[in-house]
């Protein structure tokens, strides 16, 4: 395959590879080899995000027609500001787990379903890869599918250190199908009053024909269905059972991953299929989806600070950090939805890192409950460095990346007048910086539990989980001071959405 | 016109299966007893297929027959031996809230049909925009005679590739999570040590328990069935192209046929056959069949599942042979799932009585 060949059907590879990957890693008898099968695949579905990445920075938005078949007869996947940042994501996220997850995955899973779990895991990478990549309605819920279901398998496989993932994953598959199955009534209805499945050309029909209550309803099956993906407040009741009881690889990869996608296709139905600013979505975004993203960023917050459980704490904050997306795309502006789209990415960096960090606790100390963090800051001081890093990145303290988010955020509430967002999104900082500081409090000011000898012990963390945990710190730090990648993208996508109206 | 009737005799058809189907879906909610639960979910798949043959969807009837009516009541009822015979009462807070969430949801479907397009209005948007492109498009792209073989295998190929994927991921949940190859028995399965170890002493033949090789009609029977039930799932497969099938409902049938054999000869025998790993191999066999293709129309210069580069003096011809080297990728991941799928159930349990059944 010469070079120029891989280039240019880098759209199509950059799924592909890990499909295919994954359909042979299962395969693979030996753990060791599959999962450097595994990291190979990801390396290189990571490269090929990259020349995509380069592609849309030059200015290039790119289109690449499955099977030759032009649009809208065959399947068209597009790739735009929104969604490269996606697919960078996802797929860097993906090689960070497979880096940190191999020690914590051996004590996890018995060694002869490896090779199967990892091949397993790619399939999940490839399919939130193509479900951000598609461009096409129909496509997107075969990919959900394909990332749900292995999703789903791979949240049980924690059950060897702790039944409970058995009914979590239980919860989250019906949960999950429930929300797949209305999104694909959607989907179905939108066919019924379009006649056509391409995202592009449904907006185009829909901007030509006007709607009417099937489109009305179609809207509705789909908000529902992705917001159940998303864990849009009251619908994130699955999550922090299936982030707490997973393996520690799979929480941080679904953590960083999972949820950012389907909001980013809920981004993608609000504003580019039904185009922003027809009344029913106005009046959706300001008395249905506001107030919810304000109630999950307390609720869930308080839920959070009550936690004992890390894992738990930190799914329950995730949920109230979707608030804040959520919070931001209600606003229907480009600054609320740039602000959206960069507290997404920034979010997976910081939630990232602190599911490692936890994982590499857990590893060393076995550590699950806040109270067995005591003296983590002497016994494991690079982890609770990290952890602590991440932390702040949380509660938004400047030069973390969390800043900027919140930075933003509060000035697109400012811009639009919507002054009790802005005391929402203080008061659930403060109850951030609660349950983060009770982590360092406990991690730092804590003496660590004595052995025999009366001697602190040190525990030495594996090597690679450490490398994964602080490129994601690094990161953490990095976007604080060079937020021009996010920035950059995440404005041009709001701009092209919102600008663009939606064709 | 020479119509005697007022009504179409069709919609009269339509009106009756959807009754019934109502009917049925309304006594699986208020029954309890799951054994004829999914008896019921047999019955239900096999109305809607033949409403879908009513309504002209010939292909999406055969899956739903072969699928819902075929293969997943016996997926259901293996799953339903490792677990209870009865599901357990809900608490009324529960069933009200289930009860209001489908009212909202039936609400909000029967609204949208105020402005539907009426039932088989040629002027709706379904029917003539790209539903209409793919009818006229065929005949001069792919030459196949039945359209929805051309739409899934090659126009929209790659969602079937996906979906490929996705029985693909089934497998590997069951093989993860039940295992295929275990013949160990869990803890929570006393009740069965007990029970195979009376039928040890009654039938004194432990090795065979797990079969109905008691039953000489059945042996007979199942004998002479299954070569045609193989012979048949062929058909299908390479049919595909000229009328209802594909791999997908090949697959199914010629899992169907591997799965009558294990019930009457017992799992033991049929694992020699067709040994788990085989099985495991051949799901992701299938899907390395299907992406292979569209690396191979990549490596010869064209997109992804391009077909048209297989053969370049010859468009349909190369489609066809596209088309066709993705179906078998599809039956060979289909079938070799659900072998797995059962042998996840089947391999969880050590017999199978005939009260069971």
Redesign the interface.
């Known amino acids: 395959m010469s070079f120029e060949m891989l280039l240019s059907n880098a759209a199509a590879l950059v799924v592909v590879v890990p499909l295919l990957g994954g359909a042979i890693a299962m395969l693979l008898g030996s753990s060791r080899l599959a999962w450097s099968w595994s990291l190979i695949c990801a390396l290189v579905t990571f490269s090929l995000a990259l020349v995509l990445l380069a592609g849309v920075l030059g200015g290039q938005n790119i289109s690449y027609e499955m099977g030759a078949w032009v649009s809208p007869l065959g399947i068209l996947f597009e790739i735009d500001a929104l969604n490269v940042l996606l697919i960078t994501l996802v797929s860097a996220m993906g090689l960070l787990a497979l880096l940190y997850g191999l020690p914590t995955i051996d004590q996890e899973v018995d060694r002869h379903q490896h090779a199967m779990f990892f091949g397993t895991f790619l399939i999940c990478v490839a399919g939130l890869i193509g479900v951000s990549i598609t461009g096409d309605a129909f496509n997107v819920f075969v990919f959900l599918e394909v990332s749900s279901i292995s999703t789903y398998v791979l949240v049980a496989m924690g059950s060897k250190q702790n039944r409970q993932a058995l009914t979590a994953s239980f919860n989250y598959l019906i949960l999950g199908t429930i929300g797949a199955t209305f999104f694909v009534i959607g989907v179905g209805l939108l066919y019924m009053a379009t006649g056509t499945l391409n995202m592009a050309d449904i907006s185009r029909v829909l901007a030509e024909t006007g709607s009417d209550r099937v489109v009305r309803a179609a809207f509705a099956f789909i908000v529902i269905g992705l917001g159940l993906k998303t864990a849009m407040f009251p619908l994130h009741t699955w999550l922090p059972n299936a982030y707490a009881f997973s393996p520690s690889m799979i929480g941080v990869f679904l953590a960083s991953t999972a949820t950012k996608v389907a909001l980013y296709m809920l981004i993608r139905f609000l504003y580019s299929v039904f185009s922003a600013g027809q009344s029913f979505e106005t009046a959706m975004f300001d008395y249905v989806l506001a107030p919810m993203a304000v109630t999950a960023m307390i609720v869930c917050s308080v839920q959070a600070s009550f936690q004992s459980d890390v894992r738990r704490l930190l799914a329950y904050s995730s949920v109230a950090q979707i608030g804040y997306m959520l919070l931001g795309l209600s606003m229907g502006t480009v600054a609320g939805l740039a602000a959206a789209l960069i507290h997404l990415f920034n979010h997976a960096l910081m939630k990232g890192a602190l599911f490692m960090a936890v994982g590499i606790a857990g590893l060393g100390l076995g550590v699950v409950r806040i109270s067995e963090m005591r003296g983590l800051g002497k016994t494991m001081p690079l982890t609770a460095a990290g952890l602590s890093i991440a932390g702040l990145s949380l509660m938004g303290v400047p030069l973390t990346a969390g800043f900027i988010s919140k930075y933003y955020l509060v000035i697109a509430a400012l811009e639009r007048g919507w002054w009790w967002a802005v005391v929402a999104i203080v008061v659930s900082s403060v109850l951030a910086i609660f349950y983060v500081g009770r982590m360092i409090e406990v991690m730092y000011l804590q003496e660590p539990p004595k052995t025999t000898d009366d001697a602190a012990v040190t525990v030495r963390s594996p090597i690679l989980p450490l490398i994964a945990l602080y490129v994601l710190v690094i990161a953490n730090v990095w976007f604080f001071f060079d937020p021009s990648l996010p920035m950059g993208l995440a404005n041009t996508a709001a701009n092209e959405l919102i600008g663009g109206g939606g064709s | 016109m020479e119509m005697s009737f007022p009504i179409d005799i069709f919609v009269i058809i339509d009106l009756i299966l959807i009754s019934m189907l109502l009917v049925v879906g309304i006594a699986i909610v208020r029954l309890n007893n799951l054994f004829v639960i999914v008896m019921l979910y047999g019955v239900y798949s096999l109305l809607a297929a033949t409403w879908f043959v009513s309504l002209d969807a010939v292909d999406v009837a055969f899956t739903e027959a072969a699928v819902g009516a075929g293969i997943s009541t016996v997926l259901m009822l293996g799953a339903m031996l490792l677990t209870s015979r009865e599901s357990k009462p809900t608490t009324p807070i529960r069933r009200w809230t289930s009860l209001l969430i489908v009212l909202v949801t039936g609400i909000?479907?029967i609204?949208?049909t105020?402005?539907?397009?009426a039932f088989g209005d040629p002027n709706?948007?379904?029917?003539?925009?790209?539903?209409l492109?793919?009818l006229k498009?065929t005949i001069t792209d792919i030459s196949v005679p039945n359209v929805v073989t051309a739409i899934l295998a090659?126009?929209?190929?790659?969602?079937t590739f996906?979906?490929v994927?996705?029985v693909?991921?089934?497998g590997?949940?069951v093989?993860?999570?039940l295992g295929i190859d275990s013949r160990r028995s869990r803890s929570g399965e006393v009740e069965n040590k007990d029970a195979i170890a009376k039928e040890a002493n009654t039938k004194n033949k432990p090795e065979k328990i797990n079969a109905l090789n008691h039953h000489i009609v059945l042996q007979v029977v199942a004998k002479m069935l299954i070569p045609i039930i193989i012979l048949y799932a062929l058909y299908v497969h390479f049919h595909g192209d000229y009328g209802p099938g594909g791999g997908f409902q090949a697959g199914v049938i010629f899992a169907s046929a591997i799965i009558l054999y294990s019930l009457i000869f017992g799992m033991d025998q049929t694992r020699r056959a067709i040994p788990p790993k085989l099985v495991?191999?051949g799901?992701?066999l299938g899907?390395?069949i299907y992406?292979?293709t569209?690396?191979i129309t990549?490596?010869m210069?064209?997109?992804?599942?391009?077909?048209?580069m297989l053969d370049q003096n010859d468009t349909i011809h190369a489609q066809h042979m596209g088309i066709l080297m993705i179906e078998v990728g599809v039956l060979v991941t289909v079938a070799s799932v659900m072998l797995s799928i059962y042998y996840g159930f089947a391999g969880r349990y050590r017999q199978l009585k005939d009260q069971n059944w």
């Open positions: 909000a479907l609204y949208a105020f402005d539907m397009p709706s948007p379904a029917n003539s925009y790209v539903g492109m793919y498009a090659s126009y929209r190929g790659f969602d996906g979906e994927v996705v693909l991921t089934a590997l949940g093989m993860l999570i495991q191999f799901s992701a899907v390395l992406g292979g569209g690396i990549i490596l210069g064209g997109k992804f599942l391009d077909y048209n």
